[in-house]
């Protein structure tokens, strides 16, 4: 469920965003199934190849703080843009990796929008460590 906190959460996230290269600043928190949140921002690289999304950020401090247990229970993600941006594929799929079977992913912005989906909608058919194990 997007609360709030949550969506208060993601917008300041945001503003952290080291973006000199795009200029698009993104904004993501997680909540955690133990109710533990974790926020992140794009991180830009000159080499462009070296630049994280707001959402693998969020992911990468949980894990390296809460370690590999972690259950991803909603994402919210912010930016400046209307509609607002859905995470890309790298993300969905780190997502898939941590992601409770009823992850929520929820879209906003500042100026009230917010689009729902669950991670299931967004990734369909997700690749999981279910093929490595034969
Ligand atoms: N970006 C994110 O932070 N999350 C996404 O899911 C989509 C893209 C960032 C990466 C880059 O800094 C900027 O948005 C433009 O692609």
């Not at 630049?51 to 993600?77: D, L, N, Q, Y």
């Not at 009230?112 to 034969?134: C, I, M, W, Y």
Request: glycine share 8%; proline share 4%; with cysteine.
């Amino acid at each position: 469920m997007i609360t709030n906190t949550l969506r208060d959460l993601a917008i300041a996230a945001m503003e952290k965003s080291y973006s000199p290269y795009s200029t698009k600043k993104v904004g993501a928190v997680i909540e955690l199934s133990n109710g533990s949140t974790f926020t992140g921002c794009n991180v830009e690289n000159s080499s462009f190849g070296g630049t994280v999304c707001a959402e693998r950020v969020a992911i990468w401090k949980a894990v390296s703080e809460m370690g590999p247990g972690i259950a991803v229970k909603t994402v919210v993600v912010a930016t400046d843009a209307s509609p607002p941006w859905v995470p890309c594929g790298i993300c969905r799929q780190v997502i898939n990796e941590f992601a409770t079977k009823t992850c929520e992913i929820h879209l906003v912005n500042k100026v009230g929008d917010v689009k729902s989906f669950t991670h299931e909608q967004l990734l369909p058919h997700g690749f999981d460590r279910s093929a490595l194990n034969r």
